[in-house]
């Protein structure tokens, strides 16, 4: 005959150690529940105790009505369901009849009315703590049979609520109380047996920096247990009265060390792949549309009901620097890139329902997950839903939890130390032990503060007393070993005072030292250096280090490489641009990490509030190019008037407003919107202070030469042909800004639009340091590919300000081809040698490249100047020139 039996735990961790040691035991018959699933079991039939995906949708529904007289302003609050529930709680478990004293405080009667809102419109098989109570206490006749013999078990507090109801069942059944013999109950009426004595424990106490050190040392800890054989993980917990400043930590570390660490108060729901796909859908409804929104939106999304039937090629011919923050633009994209899908149609129409439906921003939350989400992620996002509007989500999401999936049968235990004190374990470490922690102060409730009703009558037990009950309690009933750990500082890097539960006596542990066990591979590399000196690329490291602080000859980890390298030998045989000629002559060692080692800096601003320097002068010769092509060849630029040049930029800018945001990452509107109109200004001035240009001269723009996979665009050559620099052998392609030729054929105009601010007047701009080679490269491929042009005049014209105009023409123009010849064979005679050196650019705005230098670069540079000097030495003229 099976004997039924009961015991009552506290806390999910107790209820799931509870559970898994009557299956050890194979105890048939004994049930394992809560106080709450006690009365729930009495009630009988389908009741429960309501929860939160209950109480929130009602009491959103009860704020919703309104008719307060105290909180109506406040109730639209994001927060306020979460305060709502938090001070009815407190209520509950104190036992509080809000009617009887609510009197005339309308803070009260506000609550009251939200009270019976809830209680009408939960399901009547959900019941509020104070009726499962009542329902529970007309049936407690039924006990006997129902229950058996009951036993509270790892309680060590029972809240006012459920106190009457566990005197009425010991007047009709066996009701006994283990309890620590630091805990007296006078108001219970059962029979309480004290834990036997046990013997003296191991109690040790140990100092940190912070708490992400108190984590590490918790890990080694737990480790060094482990690697006896005679601890199990299930002996092992460690705990701290509220777990938030350690909890990323823990979740790092011991992932990284494989360590079975089980989180009873659950994992943070972002830390989990689903928890991460509701993170995506929250950015995406709150921030708007955008590119790489929906890319981390999609890549994350569950593979039903949504993201198994977008077809794989979805993004094709979709530029991936494009900023796409409209769905007018998301559009206009996926039809422009029709042609080169397979399924042409398909990712329209799976895409574009959904891309509207996001564009209408948190309103549309609810329907967004149900149509994106599935399983977890929607349970997830339902209950983030339930806790806080659509339009604070994301400040839900952050502080959602979920169940961890390991075992803590089997597993160590991270625990809030009010979940140990009802379960403990043989080995237990105790964190944060500061003045701050242990115990905590006590604050208000958030509805109802000290003022409007005293806080004893709220909370009979002040937060310090329960933090002091258990500690006590863990204390008497850890069996083998307790450590204490504080930190010496916090987080942020304030300084903590010891708790007053500290002992006297301590071990200081600090950062650099070696631990007897590391808890990871990698604490025992930093650990062991010999060790970690072993490893191929801690061997790279640490050479690197050396050549860059110790050695001051020129190293390998500053440039230098074998003589003729293959890889050099191959990026100088390619067809340059006149920007990696440029970087050839700036900066020798910058070419060979971008060309010959395809090093590409990251992009760090996807969403820029404007454009950086390059982009906008990219956007300034746009609108210079397609205003003088639209005027091309009629009524051509010589014949056009004021009028028509400023329609023309005006139908560029307007081009360029819709077809940028298509192409690459842009400011916001409004600012978008400024930014063309003030390139549209800075082309106006550039093109109205222009020359008079001769009637008989044909103008073009973005001329293209040596292009490799050449489109059908109008030049007046071949555009496929590459031009060779003699001397240098190399050969180069790329676009003029504009080109102007007579009729004749006889004269060339080649000019270089520059949206900065012009030189000093006094300064004559030749080569300016390699930065303006791009013009002189121009004038040489203009003489190669139209040889019967006899006069070739180069300007720049900087836009900025009021336009200046620095041309090079006859005799100039000639001495700077030949300065630039001879600068790029010095240049590459450089990279040949092998010896390539740094060059700070100190004139630089923003060096792309600099983080693959030390940090400390000037240090740096200063240290081995000489060599670096003596390395570039045959452009040290150039650079040093002023011109």
């Not at 004997?3 to 018959?29: E, F, N, P, Q, Y």
């Not at 994350?300 to 094709?316: I, K, N, Q």
Request: proline residues 7%; aromatic residues 6%; contains cysteine.
């Amino acid at each position: 005959m099976i004997t039924r039996c009961t015991h009552i735990v506290d806390g999910l961790l107790a209820l799931r150690s509870a559970r898994a040691a009557a299956a050890k035991d194979a105890a048939i018959g004994r049930e394992i529940l809560t106080l709450p699933l006690l009365a729930s079991r009495l009630v009988g039939g389908f009741t429960t105790p309501a929860g939160t995906d209950v109480l929130y949708p009602a009491i959103q529904t009860a704020l919703v009505t309104g008719g307060f007289q105290d909180i109506g302003g406040i109730a639209g609050l994001p927060g306020m369901p979460r305060a709502v529930l938090q001070s009815l709680d407190s209520v509950w478990r104190t036992d509080l009849d809000l009617s009887s004293v609510a009197g005339d405080t309308a803070r009260f009667h506000d609550l009251a009315l939200i009270e019976a809102r809830i209680r009408e419109s939960i399901p009547a098989t959900h019941m509020l703590p104070r009726d499962l109570r009542d329902t529970a206490s007309k049936r407690v006749d039924r006990a006997s049979k129902l229950l058996g013999p009951v036993t509270l078990s790892g309680i060590v507090e029972v809240d006012p609520v459920w106190r009457s109801l566990l005197n009425e069942i010991a007047r009709v059944t066996e009701l006994s109380w283990d309890l620590p013999e630091c805990v007296e109950q006078p108001w219970f009426k059962g029979l309480i047996r004290r834990k036997e004595h046990m013997r003296p424990v191991l109690t040790s106490a140990e100092v940190s920096a912070d708490p992400k050190s108190e984590v590490v040392e918790a890990l080694r800890w737990a480790r060094r247990l482990l690697s006896t054989g005679n601890v199990k993980a299930h002996d092992i917990a460690i705990a701290a009265t509220a777990t938030q400043d350690w909890d990323d930590h823990f979740l790092a570390y011991a992932r990284s060390a494989d360590l079975p660490v089980h989180f009873s108060h659950g994992i943070p729901a972002l830390s989990t792949p689903d928890g991460q796909a509701c993170a995506a859908l929250a950015d995406i409804l709150y921030n708007g549309l955008s590119q790489e929104r929906v890319w981390r939106l999609i890549r994350r999304l569950p593979a039903r009901p949504f993201a198994g039937s977008l077809p794989e090629d979805w993004f094709t011919g979709i530029p991936r620097s494009a900023g796409l923050r409209t769905f007018e633009q998301w559009r206009e994209s996926l039809v422009a890139s029709r042609p080169r899908r397979a399924a042409a149609e398909l990712a329209e129409q799976c895409l574009l329902p959904i891309l509207e439906l996001l564009a209408r921003g948190p309103d549309a939350g609810g329907e967004a997950g149900a149509r994106l989400l599935s399983g977890a992620s929607l349970a997830m996002w339902e209950e983030a839903l339930r806790s806080a509007p659509a339009h604070a989500i994301a400040l839900s999401l952050q502080s959602l939890r979920v169940a961890d999936q390991r075992d803590p049968a089997n597993s160590a235990v991270w625990c809030p130390a009010s979940q140990l004190a009802a379960c403990p374990r043989p080995f237990t470490r105790l964190l944060g032990l500061s003045s701050q922690s242990w115990p905590r102060s006590e604050h208000d409730d958030p509805l109802i503060p000290h003022h409007m009703l005293d806080r004893r009558k709220l909370h009979p037990v002040s937060a310090a007393q329960r933090d002091r009950l258990h500690f006590d309690a863990i204390r008497v009933q850890t069996r083998e070993q307790l450590v204490l750990s504080r930190p010496r500082r916090s987080a942020k890097g304030g300084l903590l005072t010891p708790s007053s539960l500290w002992p006297g006596n301590s071990v200081i542990h600090k950062r650099d030292r070696v631990p007897e066990h590391a808890f990871s591979e990698a604490d025992r590399l930093l650990a062991r250096p010999r060790d970690a000196g072993q490893l191929a690329h801690v061997r790279q490291a640490q050479l690197c280090w050396r050549n860059w602080q110790w050695q001051t000859g020129l190293t390998a980890h500053d440039g230098l490489s074998g003589a003729n390298h293959p890889a050099i030998e191959a990026a100088l045989a390619r067809v340059q641009s006149t920007t990696s000629l440029q970087r050839l002559l700036r900066d020798p060692l910058g070419f060979v990490w971008r060309y010959a080692l395809g090093w590409r800096s990251a992009r760090l601003e996807p969403e820029p509030l404007q454009l950086d320097a390059t982009s906008f002068g990219e956007l300034v010769h746009e609108l210079i190019s397609d205003a003088i092509a639209s005027l091309e060849p009629s009524p051509g630029f010589a014949h056009a008037s004021a009028e028509e040049i400023e329609a023309a930029i005006a139908r560029s800018s307007t081009a360029v407003l819709k077809a940028w945001p298509l192409q690459r990452s842009v400011p916001p509107p409004i600012l978008w919107l400024q930014t063309v109109e003030e390139a549209a200004r800075r082309t106006a001035k550039g093109l109205a202070s222009d020359d008079q240009v001769r009637a008989d001269t044909r103008s073009w723009t973005e001329v293209p030469f040596g292009q490799t996979n050449p489109v059908s665009e109008q030049a007046p050559w071949d555009t496929t042909i590459a031009v060779p620099i003699e001397q240098t052998g190399l050969v180069f392609g790329g676009r003029m800004d504009r080109l102007d030729i007579r009729a004749t054929g006889d004269g060339a105009r080649i000019t270089d639009y520059k949206s900065t601010k012009p030189p000093p007047k006094h300064q004559r701009i030749t080569l300016g340091q390699g930065r303006e080679l791009q013009r002189v490269l121009y004038a040489i491929a203009v003489r190669a590919l139209l040889p019967d042009v006899r006069t070739v005049v180069t300007r720049l014209i900087y836009l900025a300000d009021d336009p200046a105009t620095l041309e090079l023409k006859g005799d100039e123009l000639d001495s700077a081809v030949i300065q630039a010849a001879g600068f790029l064979t010095a240049a590459i005679a450089i990279l040949r040698s092998g010896r390539t050196a740094p060059r700070w650019e100190q004139d630089a705005f923003y060096d792309d490249m600099r983080l693959a230098l030390p940090a400390d670069r000037e240090s740096y540079l200063r240290r081995k100047s000489s060599e670096f000097r003596t390395a570039n030495q045959h452009l040290s003229r150039l650079w040093s020139a002023s011109t």
